[in-house]
């Protein structure tokens, strides 16, 4: 178990773009790590992934327009998002994938609201 304490959310217009944090309380040098996010009302759904050896892997609905990054160093997955679209609205969590489940409790998750 770790805690996961993520960031950098906030309001943006379309078209803007914002970088998020996640600060694990461990090590995940060895850890697969994702960004998720949750809208109103729908699903909390995969949207990147980044392997223990930097390979990566996204949603279509974001591919082109975010990208999963790490520090091994410093515990820390980043998620740079850019082109932001209404749609993206949602609050951002991340987490280590397990299959279809998490290896970890959620966060608190960081809120992204794009909107003019």
């Known amino acids: 178990q770790t805690e996961l304490v993520e960031s950098g959310g906030g309001l943006v217009q379309p078209g803007g773009s914002l970088r998020l944090s996640c600060v694990t309380a461990g090590s995940i040098f060895t850890i697969s790590m994702g960004w998720y996010r949750q809208a109103p009302g729908k699903l909390r759904e995969l949207v990147a992934r980044?392997?223990?050896?930097?390979?990566?892997n996204y949603a279509d609905s974001v591919k082109g327009r975010f990208t999963i990054s790490r520090d091994n160093a410093k515990n820390t997955v980043y998620l740079q998002m850019n082109n932001l679209r209404p749609e993206d609205t949602a609050v951002y969590y991340c987490?280590?994938?397990?299959?279809?489940?998490?290896?970890?409790?959620w966060g608190q998750g960081t809120q992204v609201t794009v909107s003019s």
């Open positions: 980044i392997g223990s050896t930097g390979t990566t």
């Open positions: 987490n280590a994938p397990l299959g279809n489940l998490v290896q970890w409790s």
